[in-house]
């Protein structure tokens, strides 16, 4: 699906990789809604993309079906809203783990619930379920994230074959860390060196390639990064040694440090 000319829907367009992939459809042409909670964050992009705002908290299933049912006849979905959801398991209240799943799961599935029967109407649609690398390899003080991130992707493979031959495309995009704007880069970590990033664009040129040429998944990470996850599907006892060794745990304690505020 050429996005030209096509309405798409952003959550999370008022975070680091949201703004990132407004910006770059609608440089090629696409409609945009822009959502998110922080209303005059979501104001300003909009003013400068010709967008419409609508805030919505995606923790609350009232809001969700309010965002699904004002925008019915949207033609992309881009479910890329989320929180980092970062630390040990049992540094968290029952009511942070529940934040982290309504938020990065049920949200994205309730959206795509409500809109895709409307994109298979009408015979043409496409929707991005943004997970992340830790939605292929889990780590120590991810086990929440990694808990919401693996689940995204099982939806979007199985909700791309249940949606094959309908003209709808689900797409998943995973990347790793984002330099320059974002939860990682807000986050303040210190990588081991030599360990590569990438940048908001990146995600958003994905983005595109992911609906023009309805990809199942993409990858936005250096090469070592995605052979990391690769290995992890493949050996994970073995990668989870590696990432140990490497300094995985102090890793970890800077993460939950540095996104604490975003629970
Ligand atoms: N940055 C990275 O390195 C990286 C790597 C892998 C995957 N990802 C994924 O990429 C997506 C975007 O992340 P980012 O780096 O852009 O993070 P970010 O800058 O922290 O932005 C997060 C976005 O999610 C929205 N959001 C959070 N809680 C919400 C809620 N309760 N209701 C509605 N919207 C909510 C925020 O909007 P408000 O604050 O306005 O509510 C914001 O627009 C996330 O799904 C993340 O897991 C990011």
Redesign the pocket.
């Known amino acids: 699906m050429k996005v030209a000319g096509r309405s798409a829907l952003v959550?999370?367009?008022?975070?680091?990789?949201?703004?990132a992939i407004a910006r770059r459809l609608a440089s090629c042409g696409a409609k945009l809604v822009l959502?998110?909670?922080?209303a005059d964050?979501?104001e300003e992009l909009a003013s400068e993309l010709g967008a419409t705002v609508f805030a919505?908290?995606?923790?609350d299933a009232d809001s969700v079906r309010e965002l699904a049912a004002a925008h019915e006849d949207i033609d992309i979905l881009i479910a890329?809203?989320?929180?980092?959801a970062s630390g040990r398991l049992e540094s968290f209240t029952e009511e942070q783990i529940d934040?982290a799943l309504?938020?990065?799961l049920r949200?994205p599935m309730m959206l795509a619930h409500a809109l895709a029967p409307k994109m298979v109407a009408r015979g043409a649609g496409h929707i991005v379920l943004?997970?992340?690398?830790?939605g292929k390899a889990p780590a120590a003080g991810s086990s929440v994230?990694s808990a919401t991130?693996f689940g995204l992707r099982g939806f979007a493979g199985a909700l791309r074959a249940e949606l094959h031959g309908t003209g709808v495309g689900v797409s998943a995009i995973?990347?790793?860390?984002?330099r320059d704007?974002?939860?990682?880069?807000?986050a303040n970590v210190k990588l081991p060196r030599g360990t590569g990033t990438k940048a908001?664009e990146h995600?958003a040129k994905a983005t595109l390639r992911a609906i023009e040429q309805n990809k199942g998944e993409i990858d936005v990470a250096p090469i070592a990064l995605k052979l990391g996850a690769t290995i992890s599907g493949i050996a994970p006892e073995l990668a989870a040694t590696v990432t140990r060794k490497a300094g995985g745990d102090e890793i970890a304690a800077q993460f939950e440090a540095g996104q604490l505020d975003?629970r």
């Open positions: 959550t999370g367009a008022s975070g680091g990789l949201g703004q959502s998110g909670r922080r964050v979501l919505a908290d995606l923790s890329n809203a989320g929180l980092p934040r309504l938020v990065n949200a943004m997970s992340s690398l830790s994230y991130k995973f990347p790793g860390f984002i704007a974002g939860m990682f880069e807000d908001p995600v975003k």
